[in-house]
């Protein structure tokens, strides 16, 4: 079996490490995505290849695989780049990182929400750039303390960010999933319909994967039956929101403002949206933590290395 690993993009210093002591690989040396040829020639000549959300593993490149590849180990929770049903149906097992970015992803959301409810760019760049003085109705922003928020997918992230909001700032929490939430319940967080959430909501967050069905979940449609002083957030993928109806939804104040984390054309964003003082963009850093990187890591090194053994790996990811 060949024991061999090709790794598409250098690893926190600590995942290095452990690796250097667990198997043997190569690493793409460059700062930047591998390509496609290389990508290529990962899964033709490796037994295992750890590969970065923004690879795109898809169907063609899966076709090309060696007898030797037996698992793809994405470096992170979601996996939309990676043909999960191919690769199954030729016998190579996906893994994936769950659970240890949990409270990072939740916590970005958060980071997201406040900025832009209380204007915290827009108030930064009033310091460095010119004088300000304090009035009545200056810079006023958005309560966000006993507000209603919906959560948009009620997975691990959702849960989480669902249970910090109504514990933490007493929020009454509305839910939209095709699943009933354990955590979310013992809240007493209300599971309602899309229809429903999107107009009783003051704050609204997405926490869906990226799927045939997620796609453009937030539209045009959907945009106009948010509340005019709503604010919507997305730190699940980008093309869950049709980017171009949101950059004219905040235009026209349809709704009052949005956070984005993540791209409907990562790493392009509608240009419309970067003349918006309504936004908050941030560069795809949900799970950007010294801690949770390192931890991330950690979970790709024990998937290979269970795989290597023989064994299956810890997070094996599945289709239907």
Known sequence: MNKKVYVTRRLPEKVMQLMNKTFEYDVNPEPRLATREELINGVKNYGAIITMLNDNIDSDIISMAGPDLKLIANYGVGFNNIDVKAANERGIY?????????????????????????????????????????????????????????????????????????????MKVLYYSHRNSEQLDSIDAEKVELDELLTRCDFISLHVPLTPETKHLIGAAELAKMKSTAILINTARGPVIDEKALAEALTQKVIAAAGLDVYEHEPDVEPVLKTLKN??????????????????????????????????????????
């Open 94 to 170: 996906v893994s994936n990182t769950p659970d240890v970015l949990t409270d990072a992803t939740a916590d970005i959301a958060f980071t997201l929400l406040f900025a832009a409810a209380r204007r915290v760019i827009e108030g930064d760049n009033i310091v460095r750039t010119s004088s300000f003085a304090w009035a009545p109705e200056y810079m006023l922003g958005y309560d966000i303390t006993g507000k209603t928020i919906g959560i948009i997918g009620a997975g691990r992230i959702g849960a989480n960010f669902g249970r910090k909001a109504a514990l933490g700032f007493n």
């Open 279 to 320: 936004v908050v963009l941030m560069p795809h850093v949900g799970s950007a933590t010294f801690g949770t990187r390192d931890n991330m890591g950690f979970l790709v090194v024990r998937n290979v290395e269970a795989v290597l053994e023989g064994k299956e790996p810890v997070n094996m990811v599945r289709v239907k």
